[in-house]
């Protein structure tokens, strides 16, 4: 008797807990919202209250004034990172994987190597490489060091998941006749599409969210993307918060959204790869 | 078919690879001249309004009066603007007319050989005797010319008429009436000065003006140059003592709050005075309109101070072309529309700002606000730059840093002087 | 035949270029420049030995920044790694309802995806003296006395910078230890239950010591995070006030584009590669020895 009463006790205080930290989580966000949609005196007078009108006024103020093109940037950007890394990380991993060479294993580990370098170290030495490659300004100067830096991680996935199964089907295919190429694409990959996008995504998150190297190489408005965007932002509106928290909100959506839909693939993401981001 | 396979994959490789390389450098190919049309890329630093709708409107009439000029116009706001042209100066990107405050800060652009030199054109057809020769100063370094400016200033008090008069309040001369004022308003529960360190130029404003006061004028100029610097006058503890004396009258929590959020207070009525540059009349202007009973007053005389009291602390700011522009006569022409007369007009007619052509402003353009603001610019004998641009960076740093410290009692007078007296020497060793 | 023996390096080729041009010669280089004196706008490069070191380890500054470094650390390893496990544990328990447990995973994870940028301007306003949500709250539960500004005080602006991390990654850290949790095995449970364990036994003696390199490898990652961070102090102080805030990343990026000391940047750049490595190794052979 006792210990179902400690149980169910102990239940509803675990659940109270839990429920008062969903509150700390969500709060922020409930009140980013709640005061994008009110006028800046509002906000100032009266914060943690509802809204009076709501004012969806801030949101397209936001947009025009250079949210929608730190959008488009960051889209373009994290498109064509991700695209190519996932291209040449597969490309990288099926050659290590399916290949006899005799220097395959110091390969790898100059590949997983990267993985141990930080983007910070290479700072100034990448600043002054894409400026002789006059890359520096470019959309590029994002997106090479993104996927240069990417690979390791995204090779490392993809290597073992093609370790781990069979190679049966691609020796018929060779003695069909068909050649490596053909066998990596007919076969390989439409079986290996879920670990493509379990490294897509986590290539997602860090080339959406990425803020030191779109600083410090990209200077022109027309090419930055949302993080770096939004501190400009903030600075050019000086004291228009609401309008900030409009641009803050519309840029917390996608990836909001993206990961709602598809958070089995997140969770297949950091598992496989066990975490090492 | 093996061999075609093998192309493939080759081709694919080069494919990319060229495309990665390519695609990029057509990117940033020499697009300054494409249709016949000249391309000007220009930076300045006011992403936000008024400033931002007005450069708008002045580069498109520009444009329509010249077709076969493009100017490609980017902005960076105040804070981040320092930190980011010299990086784009490094590059071979660098903007063809850009921004910049005179004094120490344009001249290490100088000595690296990055401005471009104006001396010559401004001698042609009497470019130069439309300008004030006390705002081209600044921008001379060993009588070369490299900037011209686009806006005059200095920095004043500006105050709530209103509150001094329901007080009983007289606009302070001396520093003592000074702090009877701040006194007299803290014990009525009113904060006296409206004050935003967080981006701590700042007090760098507050610093400078205490400098020139106390210290000696012939001694701060020793000291402000790199090569001599030394710091050991006492004035100089002496004027970051009066700047604690001031602490009490701040309003709370200074560090934490930006100076355009300061001013929006002071001109919400939440304080009576706040330290400003001319230059942001229109600003206030715009936040609370017409009817907003202010006034500014200058900084009061400190009757013990060695220094030259008749200064005022201002510098002017404006644009300068870089050295490797590849387009010099068209970006000389941007040059003298920007900072010439027609734009002047509509400078102070529209955003309140004075810019550096004689005779500019009279009853007929200028508000009643702006022509108060030029007429104390006028009054000023000389003028004494900004500290944080005028100091060498190293210097500039450990200020900045320190009155932070010394604004929330963390620090005193001598040990920050200390840490000035050790940085002075490594910046005298320096510039050897 | 012949194509055989090429291929695979032609499928490995633009991957290693790439990796060798634009991290391991940047990372070589940086070790190069450390030895030098430059700026950011100018050419010229003069050679000055150890000197840039000689400064680093005379710099208070400095030491500020690895304190931090290393508090965030810390700090992060209690909450992260602790209470992420602690969570992870009670949504797994029979305390919380399945139907349920989707729920809260969900809603612990999702500040993780969040941009730092859009978090760190959201905590902008939680800590904004005046209005923020902190300082409201306090005053709601009549704790007013304890406000802060909480950015702007050299004893607080580092720690409220953590606290904002923590928000952002307890959940991330906490889905990894539930993945783990899920690969124990029930058996063992069962047999506990019949040994007559009680909950809190269960967890002490058999998922702790389960999950045990996930906790070896969720702890090492966050401490390289802590080392590496950058975005969050520079969004929200850049390292004020006064430097107090200051990390060792946002130190490196105010010395070669502030202060236009690229070599002495270089050099902080070299001390947090050799920090970040060797933590790196010991990541490296931790999940070595648990793989197949």
């Given at each position: 008797m006792n210990k179902k009463k400690h149980y169910t006790v102990s239940k509803i205080l675990i659940n109270i807990f839990l429920f008062f930290l969903v509150i700390i989580v969500l709060y922020p966000l409930y009140w980013t919202i709640i005061n994008s949609l009110k006028t800046n005196n509002e906000l100032f007078i009266s914060p943690f209250s509802l809204p009076h009108k709501l004012i969806f006024k801030n949101y397209i103020s936001a947009w025009n004034l250079g949210l929608s093109q730190y959008f488009l940037n960051s889209i373009y950007v994290s498109f064509i990172s991700i695209a190519i890394t996932v291209f040449l990380g597969a490309l990288c991993a099926y050659g290590l994987s399916r290949f006899d060479i005799k220097a395959?294993?110091?390969?790898?580990m100059v590949v997983l190597g990267g993985l141990m370098l930080?983007?910070?170290?290479?700072l100034v030495s990448l600043y002054k490489i894409l400026q002789t490659l006059h890359l520096y300004n470019t959309r590029w100067a994002m997106i090479i060091p993104y996927i240069a830096f990417k690979l390791p991680f995204s090779v490392f996935l993809m290597r073992s998941y093609f370790i781990s199964f069979p190679k049966d089907m691609e020796e018929a295919a060779t003695i069909d006749g068909c050649n490596t190429f053909q066998v990596f694409y007919k076969i390989v990959v439409p079986i290996s599409l879920p670990i493509f996008a379990s490294t897509a995504i986590m290539d997602a998150i860090f080339v959406w969210n990425e803020f030191l190297f779109a600083l410090v190489f990209v200077e022109s408005k027309a090419i930055?993307?949302?993080?770096?965007?939004?501190?400009?932002?903030?600075?050019?509106?000086?004291?228009?918060?609401?309008?900030?928290?409009?641009?803050?909100?519309?840029?917390?959506?996608?990836?909001?959204i993206l990961f709602l839909c598809m958070q089995k693939y997140f969770v297949k993401g950091l598992t496989s790869g066990a975490v090492k981001g | 078919m093996k061999r075609k396979g093998l192309m493939t994959i080759v081709l694919a490789a080069c494919i990319t690879m060229t495309s990665v390389f390519s695609g990029c450098s057509s990117k940033t190919a020499d697009t300054s001249k494409d249709n016949g049309k000249i391309t000007i890329k220009f930076l300045h630093r006011w992403p936000m309004e008024p400033n931002k709708s007005f450069l708008d409107k002045v580069v498109a009439d520009y444009e329509k009066a010249n077709p076969n000029i493009k100017i490609d116009m980017q902005s960076v706001a105040n804070d981040s603007y320092k930190e980011k042209i010299k990086v784009i100066l490094g590059t071979a990107d660098a903007p063809d007319v850009f921004f910049s405050w005179s004094g120490e800060f344009m001249y290490k652009f100088v000595r690296e050989n990055k401005l471009y030199d104006l001396t010559t054109a401004l001698n042609q057809d009497g470019w130069k005797d439309t300008l004030m020769e006390s705002q081209l100063k600044p921008f001379t370094l060993d009588n070369k010319t490299y900037g011209t400016p686009y806006s005059v200033d200095g920095k004043v008090f500006f105050y709530n008429t209103k509150i001094f008069k329901d007080n009983g309040l007289e606009v302070p001369k001396t520093w003592d009436e000074f702090i009877k004022v701040c006194d007299t308003l803290k014990s009525k529960g009113i904060t006296p000065i409206a004050y935003g360190n967080q981006a701590p130029w700042a007090s760098a404003h507050y610093i400078g003006t205490l400098n020139q006061k106390v210290v000696a004028e012939d001694v701060r100029t020793k000291d402000y140059n790199a090569a001599t610097g030394e710091f050991t006058d006492s004035g100089y503890v002496e004027a970051l003592k009066k700047y604690q004396q001031l602490i009490p009258y701040f309003n709370a929590n200074s560090n934490a709050i930006k100076h355009d959020q300061a001013r929006m207070n002071w001109a919400n009525g939440k304080a009576a005075m706040i330290y400003c540059e001319t230059q942001e009349v229109g600003e206030v202007q715009k936040l609370q309109g017409?009817?907003?009973?202010?006034?500014?007053?200058?900084f009061p005389d400190i009757t013990d101070g060695k220094g030259d009291q008749s200064k005022l602390t201002g510098a002017p700011e404006g644009f300068v072309i870089s050295a490797n522009t590849k387009h010099p006569k068209e970006?000389?022409?941007?040059?003298?529309?920007?900072?010439?007369k027609e734009v002047g007009l509509k400078e102070v007619k529209e955003i309140g700002i004075l810019n550096g052509m004689k005779g500019i402003y009279d009853t007929t353009n200028a508000d009643a606000k702006v022509i108060e603001a030029a007429n104390l610019i006028n009054s000023a004998k000389d003028i004494v730059y900004w500290l944080d641009t005028d100091l060498n960076t190293k210097l500039v740093n450990v200020y900045l840093s320190e009155t932070q410290l010394l604004t929330s009692g963390e620090t005193t007078p001598e040990k920050m002087m200390q840490k000035i007296q050790q940085t002075a020497k490594v910046v005298k060793n320096e510039t050897k | 035949m012949k194509e055989r023996k090429i291929a695979p390096y032609v499928y490995i080729f633009p991957t290693l270029l790439l990796i060798i041009i634009f991290v391991y010669i940047p990372i070589i280089q940086n070790f190069y420049f450390s030895f030098f004196k430059m700026s950011s706008y100018s050419t010229v490069k003069t050679f000055v030995g150890f000197s840039n070191y000689k400064n680093i380890f005379a710099d208070e500054i400095f030491y500020t920044a690895v304190i931090n470094n290393t508090l965030y650390a810390v700090i992060s390893l209690i909450f992260q790694v602790g209470i992420g496990l602690c969570l992870a544990m009670l949504l797994e328990s029979r305390f919380v309802a399945p139907k349920l447990r989707t729920f809260f995973r969900s809603i612990y994870f999702m500040p993780s995806v969040i941009s730092i940028t859009v978090v760190a301007l959201i905590f902008q306003f939680v800590y904004t003296p005046d209005i923020g949500i902190l300082n409201g709250f306090l005053k709601a539960i009549g704790m007013g006395k304890y406000s802060h500004a909480w950015l702007g005080e050299t004893k607080t602006a580092i720690f409220s910078i953590i606290a904002m991390s923590q928000w952002q990654y307890v959940g991330y850290i906490m889905m990894l230890f539930i993945v783990a949790i899920q690969k124990i095995p029930e058996d063992i449970y069962e047999a506990a239950d019949i040994d007559g364990a009680t909950g809190l036994q269960k967890a002490l003696f058999i998922t702790i010591p389960q999950v045990k390199e996930m906790t070896l490898v969720t702890s090492v990652i966050t401490v390289i995070g802590a080392f590496k961070v950058f975005s969050e102090v520079y969004v929200m102080t850049s390292g004020g006030p006064g430097n107090s805030s200051q990390v060792l990343s946002t130190y490196l990026y105010r010395s070669a584009f502030i202060n236009d000391e690229m070599g002495y940047a270089s050099a902080i750049g070299v001390i947090i590669f050799i920090i970040t490595i060797t933590l790196s190794f010991i990541q490296i052979k931790i999940s070595k020895s648990g793989q197949v």
């Open positions: 395959k294993n110091l390969i790898f930080s983007p910070e170290v290479a930055t993307t949302i993080p770096v965007g939004l501190m400009a932002f903030r600075d050019a509106l000086n004291t228009d918060w609401t309008v900030l928290l409009a641009g803050i909100t519309i840029a917390t959506l996608p990836m909001a | 017409k009817d907003f009973q202010w006034g500014m007053f200058k970006a000389i022409a941007f040059l003298k529309y920007l900072t010439g | -």
